[in-house]
């Protein structure tokens, strides 16, 4: 069975930064690809971020590039997404995600579907 913890969010002016972290028990960490989604009230869950099990590979969604970096440390078994510059249109509840991907595969996923484990939800409250 596969857990995902998170940490990291809370209350930040606009511009600030916060680091989202999520820890994974389980199958070894590195037979994970994680994404990093997001939902506001009202809206659908979005991809926010991805990243391939050896790291080598990242997407990120046009609202937060150049902002947002999600990096992975598989000896720690957790992903991080840094997110700098924040705007008041970044709150949201922020859910890491993980699935199993063979070792022939390098690239990431990016839809929600794909994923079949989900961390507990994170609130993220970005203040004007």
């Known amino acids: 069975q596969v857990q995902l913890v998170e940490s990291g969010g809370g209350l930040v002016q606009a511009g600030g930064s916060l680091r989202l972290s999520c820890t994974a028990s389980?199958?070894?960490?590195?037979?994970?690809?994680m994404g990093w989604f997001r939902q506001a009230p009202g809206k659908e869950r979005a991809l926010v971020a991805a990243?391939?099990?050896?790291?080598?590979?990242?997407y990120y969604a046009d609202s937060v590039k150049g902002r947002f970096t999600i990096s992975r440390d598989n000896a720690k078994r957790t992903v991080y997404l840094q997110m700098n510059s924040l705007k008041p249109e970044d709150t949201a509840v922020y859910y890491c995600?993980?699935?199993?991907?063979?070792?022939?595969?390098?690239?990431?996923?990016?839809?929600?579907?794909?994923?079949?484990?989900w961390g507990q939800g994170n609130q993220v409250t970005v203040s004007s």
């Open positions: 995600a993980a699935a199993i991907t063979p070792s022939t595969f390098s690239g990431t996923y990016y839809y929600a579907y794909e994923y079949p484990y």
């Open positions: 389980g199958r070894p960490f590195s037979s994970y690809a």
């Open positions: 990243i391939s099990w050896s790291g080598g590979r990242q």
